[in-house]
């Protein structure tokens, strides 16, 4: 019985143990995955203008074009764009489209990206570099006007929807205008591709969309989130001013969630951290309580077996021999132990899959620390037994009843 209860808490132990390995191996791949630009020194304000007050793209891109003058005129600030759906803001804005030129599809095979409407200063905020063609500039006249409006494509766009040829002046159909007689929108530029939400996730990286931008002027929308980025340490000066800005442009106007990306980006791993924390805590838990139950298994038994070991000495048995005895019998325990927790840490990374990142359910590298985690305290946990079973007086232990 006493057997047996150690077996299973070493069984669990290692099932803990590789589950652990397995959520923090996964959250260093998705905390260290690419993001395609710099998160660092930028703060992000939440802005939803009112569509009865604001009701023409007219008013929005006023109020958006004075909004980003102001804010780029202040002190600290470095640079200030708008965009309607950026990295690690918890929304998705996914149209779907069509090469301008190629077979129609059916609808429910049509091809989806996700768009974001941002201002020209966007990509050097993000310090996204162009790869290919442009960004936005003056160039690019405000859209509704009955002229083709410009469009900016992720890395994985091109490759995708234009191998081998150059993607910089094609064209997408406009799927996004009132005007029913609008020519199709020309790509004027190709960005890297960004990661916009926790990796492994059910989004844009695990759906493979492609990504895709159009130019605020062209498009205002009501609600954009305001970026700023600032090389101050403190930020709390930079948002007072920013306040004070958009208050000045219109009283009544409020600013949502006030956060900046690198606090974005760690609210999104919120649940792998979670997780990795609450593993790693029972599997300890585990590991101490299998070590203290082997030590009261093995005490026990030394205790239950002094005559024996006793006699053992007397007829001649080495002292080494004593211990290596008493501790096989709890390292066999151990290893039947690992044996079946083993089996249990497959069942249990398949469990986890949803839940991993960039990580099998069997990996090598978490069961063999968790085997050899295991061991190392299980040989601690065997050691003192054995080594008090060595200094057994054969006379006193054959005197014992």
Not at 174 to 183: F, I, Q, R, V
Request: glycine share 8%; proline share 6%.
């Amino acid at each position: 019985m006493r057997s047996g209860l150690v077996i299973m808490q070493a069984a669990l132990a290692i099932v803990l143990l590789a589950g652990a390995g397995l959520t923090l191996k996964s959250f260093w791949h998705a905390q260290n995955a690419p993001l395609g630009f710099e998160p660092h020194g930028i703060v992000n304000f939440e802005i939803s203008l009112p569509i009865a007050k604001y009701k023409t793209g007219e008013q929005r891109s006023a109020f958006w074009t004075q909004l980003l003058q102001r804010v780029q005129s202040i002190p600290g600030v470095e640079t200030a764009a708008i965009s309607s759906n950026s990295p690690f803001d918890d929304t998705e804005n996914d149209n779907f489209f069509h090469v301008t030129g190629t077979p129609p599809v059916p609808a429910d095979q049509r091809p989806t990206a996700e768009t974001s409407v941002v201002s020209p200063d966007y990509f050097r905020l993000m310090r996204m570099p162009i790869l290919r063609g442009r960004g936005f500039g003056s160039e690019d006249l405000p859209g509704e006007k009955g002229h083709s409006r410009s469009i900016i494509i992720d890395e994985s766009f091109a490759q995708k929807y234009f191998a081998g040829k150059d993607p910089i002046g094609q064209h997408i159909d406009d799927n996004d205008t009132l005007d029913e007689h609008a020519p199709p929108m020309t790509i004027v530029g190709v960005v890297p591709r960004t990661r916009n939400e926790a990796p492994g996730e059910l989004n844009v990286e695990s759906l493979h969309l492609v990504q895709e931008y159009l130019l605020a002027s062209q498009d205002p929308q009501p609600e954009n989130q305001l970026h700023v980025r600032t090389n101050l340490r403190d930020i709390a000066p930079i948002v007072a001013a920013v306040k004070r800005e958009v208050e000045s442009l219109d009283a009544d106007q409020p600013i949502g969630r006030i956060t900046t990306m690198d606090e974005a980006i760690a609210s999104s791993l919120a649940t792998r951290r979670l997780m990795m924390v609450l593993l790693g805590a029972f599997a300890v838990l585990a590991l101490v309580l299998a070590s203290v139950g082997l030590y009261g298994v093995m005490a026990l038994t030394v205790t239950q077996r002094t005559r024996e070991l006793g006699i053992r000495m007397a007829l001649g048995a080495e002292r080494t021999s004593i211990f290596k005895l008493v501790l096989s019998q709890g390292m066999t325990l151990v290893a039947i132990g690992i044996g079946i927790g083993l089996i249990g840490a497959i069942a249990a990374g398949r469990a986890l899959m949803s839940l991993l990142y960039n990580v099998g359910a069997i990996d090598a590298g978490a069961v063999m620390t968790a085997v050899i985690s295991l061991v190392l305290v299980a040989l601690i946990a065997c050691c003192v037994p054995a080594r008090r079973a060595t200094r057994v007086d054969p006379i006193v232990a054959l005197r014992t009843e």
